[in-house]
């Protein structure tokens, strides 16, 4: 058994430890914002925040956040009252929407360091397959 605390809730999942955490927290805990885009590190669409830290959680091995803080898009607000939340509805940003929880999670985390505007954007190195990146640019240019 893994113990994990995935938006403040504890857990014990019955699986390989190697298994990577993105398959865990959607097929496990049934929490599917978080999507499955490359499975390489490239994408970005898996990104959820461990200890606040943005991770790619499609080559985060689940026994790895054992004792950690498991942060996904069904966590960073019971009412999407982020600001980074507010800002991608006030701008519209989705179009598919598939990419959009872990770019909301990047920017989250991002904020979390402290970063403002410019600086997050130039973290945020994701594919969106829809083109939404001057959408992105607006909601995150106001945070
Ligand atoms: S699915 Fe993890 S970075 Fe693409
Ligand atoms: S909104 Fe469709 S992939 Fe980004």
Not at 51 to 76: M, N
Not at 114 to 120: C, D
């Amino acid at each position: 058994m893994i113990a994990l605390n995935v938006n403040g809730k504890n857990y014990n999942v019955d699986v390989d430890p190697a298994t990577p955490l993105l398959w865990v927290l959607r097929d496990v805990l049934g929490l599917t914002g978080t999507k499955y885009g490359c499975g390489i590190e490239v994408c970005g669409a898996c990104t959820v925040m461990i200890d606040g830290q943005r991770e790619h959680s499609c080559v985060f091995d689940v026994s790895s956040a054992t004792g950690k803080k498991v942060v996904t898009i069904e966590g960073l607000s019971v009412d999407r009252s982020h600001p980074a939340q507010q800002a991608w509805i006030k701008h519209q940003v989705p179009q598919c929407g598939y990419c959009q929880p872990g770019m909301i999670m990047a920017c989250a985390s991002a904020m979390q360091a402290g970063h403002y505007g410019k600086e997050i954007l130039s973290e945020m190195n994701h594919i969106c397959i829809c083109g939404t990146y001057s959408r992105i640019k607006d909601a995150v240019g106001e945070l």
